[in-house]
């Protein structure tokens, strides 16, 4: 092994995550140094400083900026640059969400910005990592702030539940994960992704991946290892839900096509089996589930679960269309997910209840958040114009020209189902007469997300061609690699 | 003079979007419009129906018959990635369907004037649900068709959910478990939740049937592409023989669900008879006539063959159809159940129509979609007249309305002779052409049929004695008639289309059958030519 020579690394590909880095401590700093200072202040100061960092990597997408770092184990390219953009973007909307909700947190306000900036720049380094020891470390790094994220009301009893399921079930799936490691180390000799993308196929390989999808299977919640969601959604703060439920998952699967695509692509045969069953379970177990439930947070939850079970679908299909219809169905997840977490929290404010009760009549109370709210909800469920419809037929179509029928009417039967719940929802918030007639206003901070969630779910639906083009562009690297 | 003509072109150029851009657009300038300013809201919706109604008359008479085709064609690249273009166009069969949908929005806004509660939302999701049944009309492309259609199911859960009715039986129910699941199968006793719930699942349920045929045509024609244009030049053999008729099965029942072919209705009295009056005439007017539209457009369209192996299938459902629903329609007890049943069993003459496959029978059926449209708009029209006056949809308890709303109660009568289709009237021409088209073919089916006509009479008959005849309850002395020009012009409009056009149907025999020939051609595999000489004489 060579010595590590500053010299010869382009930190340039770097600097996304150094600036990152600085931006948290800065945050961290002000907060420290100057106890009395508005905490809003810092809310605005890291999305400003998010933005800059998302233009910088628009800049890198547009030219198209590519490299390895460490030898490989960090790679910028396109899919890694559209996962960072990704998360950047959930994040900016959830500090966006933040800025009133935190105050109902008693201690620790300037604290909670840093702790979103670190798990960021982990997110970050998961969308870039490239072999597997940097896999397994930026999975931990992103998972450190959650654990405090997530207890950070910590006068509520649900909230510390939440926080200990998360956190054991956490450390189970990295043993799971570093446990998987080891088995494929063991059987090939190496760590980097593409060196073992040209092993031949063996046991321990196989045996190994399946764990380490095992532990990717807790991250992004799909069944049968799901268990800890409902709960720690429920009790987490409202904003960190939403940002548990979005960003983590994206660089997530960031990870499992770099894993399961690019470098044991090849192997599909021996893993395609595995994805059809956990794709069928949790669309199946989590529309099904979502439908006696009696708390918001909870049933989007569940709805979330469901909608992973859909974009395994794309995963199943291991084609080029699939990626593509991956990275759109996140797109579209995230925008309405989190304006209808933004809702979520809008009325909760008010409330102090997650209840679906408490949505009662929101029609007559706010009409802009009843419309929203529909159209969030809408667009999760798959109704056209909205970007939720277009996603899911774009991962069926994909699903069909590599003829995996019982995924497709699986997903079908299950649209069906998921419009049932959806549907009870806005049977509450329109046909339901509110107990409390009183009209809700809104912050501005948390009507902008609305408004940036309205119109990103409305632009995926009505012209999506630029975000298709965009997810194309993104999966440049499965060109070769993958068929279409 | 050159500027006039630029003007003409440019309208006709882009007349398909007027129409369907219009209604979009109406509804999304109401967003912006205060719930407090209520003549407004109504001066919008009327404003942007309006345009389309104009717009749609336009294109019936600008239609070139002897052309045929696909005309006023559209045509913008939406996601080139997938093969989706946003391509509109009409032809024959989609003209009279484009028009009754203008007119019926048109009227279901003037029908709808005394709306107090949430007047906005009500005016934006019907709008939008005009619009996509346009929508579904006027798509060339595969994806906008299935896009417009599953567009139109939801605005009707919440019209029918927020705006809608309860029955009787399920007001004076005591059972405290009445919204429970347990009363999922009790059909008279359902609230208005129930119904818009029970609609959607089905219809949503129906489209994803459709929608796995669709995304099947798509992968294995082998041209990945949406276009209905280029997919109806792939010869069926791309498919294989078996996957053909998977296919055709696939988008058959898919869309017959929402048309609806017994046995899959049940659905839809409910959903009638809960929804208020203008989504009634929406619902029965036009929405279940995209069933129809999209077999003949993807099935017939793309798969002649099939079709003619697979047709024989309606022909015996639609049995079921007419008998089923004629003879429950004379049991019901409420107006709208009356009606709503009767549309079930009208619908079954469209697919006799259909199954026929010949040039006269698919001409009626047409144009008895655009016939019935029409006349079952009337009756809802004046059935949610009936209500808003006497908050009741009980036939037994109400009689002897003549007295009190003589305008109403003579529409009334126009109405029904239309919905058994008297001559004069515009039913009378689709219905003959159905029975002498399908006489040939299926002529054990068409003496049910028009046995069927005569049931029809009797139900519609009885109804018509017991809500506006007889004795007059006291109760109702404070019932009004429609006597504000807001409240007759759409009836007016209404009675005047289908009485103008059952005397001088011509023009729209004309257009119809030069969208119906080439297809019939295909079907039966005939030179273009020769048919038309063949079958001039016939009509």
Redesign the interface.
């Known amino acids: 092994m060579t010595p590590l020579n500053l010299a010869d690394i382009d930190l340039s590909l770097l600097a996304p995550e150094l600036w990152m880095t600085l931006l948290a401590c800065v945050v961290l700093s002000i907060d420290f140094a100057f106890p009395k200072v508005n905490k809003r202040s810092l809310a605005y100061l890291s999305m400003a400083g998010m933005g800059l960092i998302s233009l910088q990597l628009v800049y890198y997408f547009a030219s198209a900026k590519s490299g390895l770092l460490f030898n490989g184990m960090f790679a910028l390219d396109a899919l890694a640059i559209f996962f960072k953009l990704f998360v950047l973007l959930a994040t900016i909307l959830i500090v966006l969400s933040s800025v009133d909700y935190i105050n109902k947190i008693k201690f620790f306000r300037g604290e909670y910005y840093f702790l979103l900036l670190f798990t960021v720049l982990g997110m970050m380094f998961m969308a870039s990592a490239n072999d597997l020891l940097s896999i397994y470390i930026t999975l931990e790094f992103s998972t450190f702030g959650f654990y405090i994220l997530v207890t950070y009301l910590r006068e509520d009893p649900r909230s510390n539940e939440a926080g200990i399921k998360f956190f054991i079930l956490g450390v189970l799936t990295s043993a799971l994960i570093i446990y998987g490691i080891s088995l494929i180390y063991g059987a090939t000799g190496t760590i980097l992704l593409s060196h073992l993308a040209q092993m031949k196929p063996s046991v321990g390989v196989i045996i190994g991946l399946m764990f380490v999808f095992i532990g990717l299977g807790y991250k992004i919640g799909a069944v049968p290892f799901h268990a800890w969601i409902p709960d720690v959604y429920e009790g987490a703060p409202t904003p960190v839900t939403s940002f548990l439920s979005i960003a983590p998952k994206g660089a997530a699967f960031a990870i499992i096509l770099r894993v399961i695509l690019l470098t044991f692509g090849g192997m599909r045969s021996d893993w395609t089996w595995f994805i059809v069953g956990l794709s069928a379970l949790s669309m199946t177990y989590g529309n099904i589930v979502a439908i006696a439930q009696k708390n918001m947070k909870r049933l989007l939850a569940y709805s979330g679960i469901a909608q992973i079970g859909n974009i395994l679908i794309g995963l199943a299909a291991g084609t080029r269309m699939g990626v ?1 219809s991956i990275l759109f169905y996140l797109l579209a997840y995230l925008f309405a997910n989190i304006g209808a977490f933004a809702v979520v929290i809008i009325v909760s404010n008010l409330t102090a209840k997650d209840d679906i009760e408490t949505l009662a009549g929101l ?1 007559r109370r706010s ?1 802009f958040l009843a ?1 929203s709210l529909l159209i969030f909800l ?1 667009s999760l469920a798959g ?3 909205l970007g939720g ?1 277009i996603a899911k ?2 991962i ?2 994909a699903a ?2 590599q003829n995996l029928f019982f995924l ?2 699986v997903g ?2 299950n ?2 189902i998921s ?2 719940y959806y ?1 009870v929802v ?2 509450k918030i ?2 339901s007469e509110p107990t409390d007639p009183t009209p809700i206003s809104v912050s501005p901070a948390l009507q902008a997300v609305v408004y940036i969630s309205l119109i990103g779910v409305l632009a995926l639906g009505i ?3 630029p975000f ?2 965009w997810s ?1 562009s993104a999966t440049g690297i499965f060109a070769n690699l993958l068929p279409r | 003079m050159s500027g006039e003509r630029n003007k003409e072109e440019l309208m006709t150029q882009y007349l398909l979007s007027i129409i369907l851009f219009s209604l979009f657009f109406g509804g999304t300038v109401l ?1 912006f419009i205060p ?1 407090s300013r209520p003549m407004l809201v109504r001066g919008v919706a009327v404003g942007a129906s309006s345009i389309s109604l104009l717009a749609s008359f336009y294109l019936l008479y600008a239609f070139d018959y002897q052309q045929g085709g696909f005309q006023f064609v559209e045509r913008y ?6 093969g989706i273009s946003f391509y509109l166009g009409v032809d024959g069969i989609a003209v009279p369907l484009v028009l009754a949908s203008s007119i019926l929005i048109f009227a279901g806004i003037f029908v709808s004037w005394h709306i107090q509660d ?1 007047t906005k ?1 009500f005016y934006i999701f019907l709008l939008i649900l005009a619009a996509a049944t346009v929508g579904v009309y006027v798509s060339l492309d595969l ?1 906008f068709l299935y ?2 259609y ?2 139109s ?2 605005p009707m ?2 019209l029918i ?2 705006w809608g009715s309860h029955t009787k039986n399920y007001l004076e129910s005591k059972d405290p478990n009445k919204d429970s699941p347990r009363f999922f199968f009790n059909f008279t006793a359902n609230s208005k ?1 129930y119904a818009a ?1 029970k609609l ?2 089905f219809l ?2 129906g489209a ?2 459709a ?2 045929g669709i ?2 045509i ?2 294995r024609s082998g041209i990945y592409s949406f276009d209905l244009i280029a997919l109806s030049k792939v010869p069926e053999g791309q498919y294989g023989k078996m996957l053909v008729s998977v296919i055709w099965l696939l988008v058959f029942f898919g869309f017959a669900s929402i048309a609806p072919l017994w046995p899959m209705h049940s659905w839809s009295p409910v959903g009638h008879a809960s929804a208020p009056a203008a989504t009634s005439m929406l619902h029965a007017g036009v929405l279940m006539k995209l069933g129809h539209f999209s077999i003949i457009r993807v099935a017939f369209f793309l798969f002649p063959e099939a079709t003619r192996e697979w047709m024989p299938l309606a022909a015996l459902l639609c049995i079921g159809s007419i008998v089923y629903g004629g003879l429950v329609a004379l049991f019901q007890r409420d107006t709208k159940y009356v009606i709503g049943y009767s549309s079930s069993s009208h619908m079954g003459y469209i697919f006799l129509g259909m199954a026929a496959l010949n040039t006269i029978s698919l001409t009626g059926a047409v144009l008895y979609m655009f016939a019935h449209a029409l006349a079952t708009g009337l009756l809802f029209a004046m059935a949610g007249w009936v209500y808003d006056q006497t908050h009741t949809r009980d036939i037994p308890s109400l009689g002897g309305l003549s007295k009190k709303m003589p305008f109403v109660t003579g529409a009334f009568i126009v109405a029904v002779a239309a919905s058994f289709g008297l001559p004069l009237t515009v039913n009378f021409v689709g219905e003959l052409m159905i029975v002498v088209g399908s006489w040939e073919v299926y002529p054990k089916t068409t003496i049910i049929a028009v046995l069927g006509i005569c049931v029809t009479l009797c139900y519609l008959f009885l109804m018509m004695r017991g809500v506006f005849f007889g004795e007059m309850k006291a109760a109702y002395a404070h019932v009004r008639d429609a006597t504000p020009w807001h409240d007759r012009l759409p009836l007016i409009l209404m009675l005047a289309c289908s009485l103008y056009y059952g005397i001088f149907p011509s023009r729209f025999i004309h257009v119809i059958r030069s969208g119906v020939i080439p297809l019939i051609d295909r079907i039966h595999k005939i030179a273009p030519l020769l048919s038309q000489a063949g079958q001039a004489g016939g009509f």
């Open positions: 593509d029609n009409p419309f809408l109704v056209p114009p419809f037929l774009y069926f179509t069909v020209n497709v009417i079908l039967i649209v069906v419009m049932y549907l806005v049977k329109y046909i012209y999506p061609k298709i083009d194309v | 967003m719930n690249q939406w996601a080139p990635n997938i949430r939302e994806f896009f417009f599953e567009m199911v939801i859960y919440l959910g927020v939740e719930m959607v699942l949503s349920a994803m049937v929608l796995l995304l099947l798509y992968s």
